[in-house]
């Protein structure tokens, strides 16, 4: 029996997986499908976003070289300059609704807890990119994967059990459904999946053109809808607003992708070939818990919304990075009571908003005759300080607060990529998947109190070239502080947060 068994061998899945082992838990991924390169993970079809959160998320973990390598994206317009002082002015590409985002008009002030790090701004890559990489972390750390073994039933007690379509049974501690949008551990645990339907019918497709030159690039608003078109040869994507009528089950024809283009685009283009296709709707769904009994959701198989914005991808690694230690923490015993639920209580309502950013970006998209006057007051917006300083909160994935109580600004926020004077960052010190006490004073009764929760946290010391103001800080596994002290490290303060994340010290 091994300790978990994860549905689904995407990014949330592995990135999961690799949680658990890292730690030192048996684990177990069965994936539907017996392709693990399927096309439709590489470009142009694959094509995904990284914000830069999901960026500091692998740069926690050592992966980020890795990734930008695989993904073919520079590190020097990710990264800050090794000798910065000061964090570079925002670059990050994003839109709302197709209009695009002026990353230099965001205000400044906003970033007051940046420091210089290398992730410092998102990029793009493709699911085959990112799997391929957490594929290779996997097989270091000895997952086991088994491929073309759906899911066909799910129950529990004390402990789950799946069986996949050829009969076989699997029996662990915990099941986490990774299985994506259709996800049948969803289903089959009976989880209550809520939302709102679909407006429109979306596509995905590498075809070949008659005419390239007559269809522009960019996103393209139209009076039906809009398309894009990428510098990728071939890449289209289209909006039919057609209250998503159209039948998933059946293959995109290139027939039927062209009465679609003509609806939107207007004029005619003709399509002589399409090699692949896809499509999706903006239904946006999401179930009530992340947890039922000893079976956890993460990734779309908790929340599905169109791709709009690119959030998808990078919704589903924080709750990756969420999930991943405190279920671990839960299997060695050591968790406090309810550090499990606090998976629910943190991501839920950052899958919430995300739904909505998505309903509201298609909103705007939607043809009619308040069309224009709705995006020309979110364009106007948009090109004020504080609504480009909104959108790049929003969509860089940097600003996520969870709830953890008063205190200092950092509580429950990503923590600033503090860098030593041996030029080591915070991040690499999170490689272990331990929580880190950071010490700018070299308190040796800090050191003491830490000692407490040795395997747990790790300790660090030293002088930072920028410390913000503060002495002393606790960092939980996955970046998110949960004690600063901009005054003398107050050794029975951090033993209370200390408990509180990381359950009852050993001595």
Not at 250 to 258: G, I
Not at 289 to 301: H, M, S
Not at 316 to 337: C, F, Q, S, V
Request: a negative charge.
């Amino acid at each position: 029996m091994h300790d978990v068994v994860i549905a689904g061998a995407g990014p949330v899945g592995l990135f999961v997986a690799n949680e658990l082992a890292l730690s030192g838990r048996s684990v177990l991924v069965l994936e539907r499908d017996q392709d693990p390169h399927p096309p439709s993970k590489a470009l142009p079809l694959g094509l995904r976003g990284l914000n830069a959160g999901s960026a500091e998320t692998f740069h926690r973990r050592g992966l980020l070289e890795a990734v930008l390598k695989e993904s073919g994206a520079d590190p020097h317009k990710v990264g800050a300059a090794p000798e910065a002082v000061e964090p570079p002015a925002p670059r990050e590409l994003s839109h709302f609704a197709g209009m695009t985002l002026d990353a230099a008009g965001v205000d400044t002030a906003a970033l007051c807890f940046r420091l210089p790090s290398p992730a410092m701004e998102g990029f793009m890559t493709s699911l085959e990119a990112v799997t391929s990489v957490l594929a290779e972390q996997a097989a270091t750390l000895g997952v086991e994967i088994i491929r073309d073994a759906a899911v066909t039933a799910v129950s529990q007690d004390d402990e789950a059990t799946v069986t996949t379509a050829g009969g076989r049974r699997y029996r662990s501690r915990w099941l986490v459904g990774c299985d994506g949008g259709r996800s049948a551990v969803r289903r089959l645990a009976g989880f209550d999946f809520v939302g709102t339907g679909p407006l429109c019918t979306g596509y995905v497709a590498q075809v070949t053109f008659a005419d390239p030159a007559q269809l522009p690039f960019g996103f393209n608003l139209t009076d039906n809808g809009m398309y894009l078109r990428t510098p990728l040869e071939g890449h289209l994507g289209m909006l039919d607003f057609d209250g998503g009528a159209f039948d998933r089950s059946r293959p995109v024809t290139r027939e039927h992708l062209q009465t679609v283009l003509h609806r939107v685009f207007g004029t005619d283009v003709t399509l002589d070939e399409v090699h692949l296709a896809s499509s999706f709707t903006d239904r946006a769904m999401q179930v009530g818990t992340y947890r039922q009994g000893r079976v956890l959701l993460a990734g779309d198989a908790a929340h599905i919304h169109s791709p709009l914005g690119g959030q998808g991808l990078n919704l589903g690694i924080g709750d990756a990075m969420n999930l991943g230690w405190k279920l671990a923490a839960t299997l060695h015993g050591t968790a406090p009571d309810g550090l499990l639920d606090t998976y629910t209580s943190e991501r839920h309502p950052v899958g919430a908003a995300v739904l909505d950013w998505s309903r509201a970006q298609v909103a705007t998209m939607n043809p009619g005759p308040n069309a224009p006057a709705l995006r020309k007051l979110v364009h106007d917006l948009m090109r004020t300080t504080e609504g480009t300083t909104h959108v790049y909160r929003r969509t860089s994935g940097l600003f996520h607060h969870y709830d953890l109580g008063d205190g200092h600004p950092l509580l429950g926020r990503s923590a600033p990529d503090f860098r030593f004077e041996d030029g080591t960052h915070l991040g690499d010190l999170l490689h272990t998947g331990q929580g880190v006490a950071l010490d700018f004073t070299d308190d040796s009764a800090l050191h003491g109190a830490t000692r407490r929760w040795e395997g747990r946290i790790r300790y660090a010391s030293g002088r930072v070239r920028n410390s913000l103001g503060l002495t002393a800080l606790l960092i939980r596994p996955d970046g998110a502080v949960v004690w600063a002290a901009p005054h003398a490290p107050d050794p029975a303060a951090f033993a209370q947060a200390a408990g509180q994340w990381f359950g009852t010290p050993s001595s």
